[in-house]
């Protein structure tokens, strides 16, 4: 709910209570008329839209604005005259900027296509944001709404980036037999020529509600990285992302493993038939978070990858339960607990633990020791297992860092953590001559 604190008697009152949403970053319009917030349905939470909202600051109903778009509603702004709201959204890989007006009516697409505004602000007729894309990961422009002319304000990157080799994402859709639409991209290896081979890597997101494409930031070292030492890299969102709308953010509901697994693959199996340059006698697996669970479910079913990187993942769902910080995803993915004798055949089931014993491929397990989502007994547990079971496994656990580390951990670890991958995929990596 939302309330109101009076800082001069510090006494809180109840503002506003909307049943079946949970209420949160409230904001005045600038004319202290309005008040803006967003909305979450209760119900299965981790997998609904994220709503933005507005009630008078008198009190009375409110009213949702962005239900149409079915996207996550992020980062919001006032308009100088309280009479637009401008908000970002993912949507199909890219974050666009968008407006709707503050009484409610149709949402509006601003600008953004294969790229991502991460932040922004808003003073008068001026928007000034940050935005991502492949060819220059992050510098901050200035839009203006008058003439809708946009021009850059930093140069932060150009120089750096002038002296490097830059792979730009190619994009695909197809359709899975359920009428699942899965979008994807392949990343070519720097160098290719035509007529050769080249190793490739199937990199996964988490969540599982991520959303991955060319307006993320968090990916862009990795995958170039990746495609500097010589490998191709596709990557997808599969059934249970967000970007997509409502539908699709639930299709993985009661099925963290075969569903999603099968939108992954079928996607690599695709990038393959229309890239002749993919050596599928060559192929390497990676993830972390969902990705690691996914990872180790995949290679626990599929025995086609030379080497695979399980980071930080979920192995066994009713130990998760107990855990994670981020257990209630066992009760609003599964639909119980693991004390319920339907959900704990579910759990058992849909945890790649089980099925340890069909790994053969060899896999490195990542985990840091104050990761407190998913926490090192995950790790633990499947390593200790692939151990006594005499398969090929590897296990490196990093100091003094949580589950974040590949996006906001010490610099050095993050560097450290890109090159373990890549050394332990190059003893298996068959590059061309």
């Keep these: ?6 800082p001069e008697t510090k006494t809180a009152k109840e503002f506003l209570a909307w049943p079946g949403y949970s209420l949160s970053n409230a904001s005045f319009s600038p004319d202290g008329t309005q008040v803006l917030f967003y909305a ?12 933005l909202a507005v009630v008078s600051a008198a009190g009375g109903n409110p009213v949702g604005l962005t239900a149409s778009l079915d996207r996550d509603a992020g980062g919001s702004a006032w308009s100088a005259d309280s009479k637009t709201i401008f908000f970002t959204a993912q949507t199909e890989g ?7 007006p503050a009484k409610g009516g149709n949402v509006s697409k601003i600008f953004g ?6 932040d922004f602000d808003v003073a008068g007729d001026k ?3 940050a935005l991502t894309e492949t060819r220059n990961p992050w510098e901050v422009y200035l839009h203006n709404a008058k003439d809708k002319s946009s021009r850059q304000l930093t140069r932060l990157n150009e120089e750096w980036i002038s002296k490097k080799i830059i792979s730009v994402p190619k994009e695909y859709w197809h359709t899975r037999p359920d009428g699942m639409k899965i979008q994807y991209w392949v990343m070519e290896p720097v160098g290719r020529q035509e007529g050769k081979q080249y190793p490739t890597i199937l990199n996964i997101h988490g969540g599982p509600s991520a959303m991955w494409g060319p ?6 070292h990795e995958y170039q990285v990746e495609n500097s030492w010589g490998y191709g890299v596709v990557y997808c969102n599969p059934r249970g992302s ?15 493993g075969t569903g999603p697994a099968a939108d992954i693959l079928t996607s690599l199996d695709e990038a393959i038939k229309q890239h002749g340059w993919i050596n599928p006698d060559n192929l390497f697996v990676e993830g972390g978070s969902y990705a690691g669970y996914m990872v180790a479910w995949i290679v626990g079913h599929d025995n086609r990858f030379k080497a695979a990187n399980a980071q930080r993942g979920v192995y066994d769902l009713t130990t998760f339960m107990g855990e994670g910080n981020a257990w ?9 607990y693991p004390w319920e004798p339907a959900t704990k055949k579910l759990l058992d089931e849909s945890s790649p633990l089980t099925y340890v014993d069909k790994i053969n491929t060899p896999l490195l397990i990542i985990h840091a020791d104050q990761d407190l989502r998913t926490g090192v007994i995950q790790s633990e547990m499947l390593y200790k297992s692939l151990k006594i079971l005499n398969k090929p496994v590897e296990y490196i656990r990093y100091p003094k860092e949580g589950h974040e580390l590949t996006r906001s951990g010490n610099p050095g670890r993050m560097m450290d953590h890109l090159l373990r991958v890549i050394e332990f995929f190059e003893r298996y990596a068959q590059h061309p001559k």
Excluded: C
């Excluded at 709910?1 to 009076?6: A, R």
């Excluded at 979450?40 to 709503?51: D, M, P, S, W």
């Design 1 to 6: 709910d939302l309330w109101i604190i009076d």
């Design 40 to 51: 979450e349905v209760l119900a299965n939470r981790h997998a609904t839209q994220t709503q």
């Design 94 to 100: 890219d974050i666009p900027l968008f407006s709707v």
């Design 113 to 118: 296509n294969d790229n991502g505004i991460n």
């Design 127 to 129: 928007i000034v944001y």
């Design 215 to 220: 307006g993320i930031f968090s990916m862009w």
């Design 242 to 256: 967000g970007g997509y709308g409502d539908k699709f953010k639930k299709g993985n509901y009661q099925d963290w």
């Design 328 to 336: 209630r995803l066992v009760p609003t993915n599964f639909g119980g």
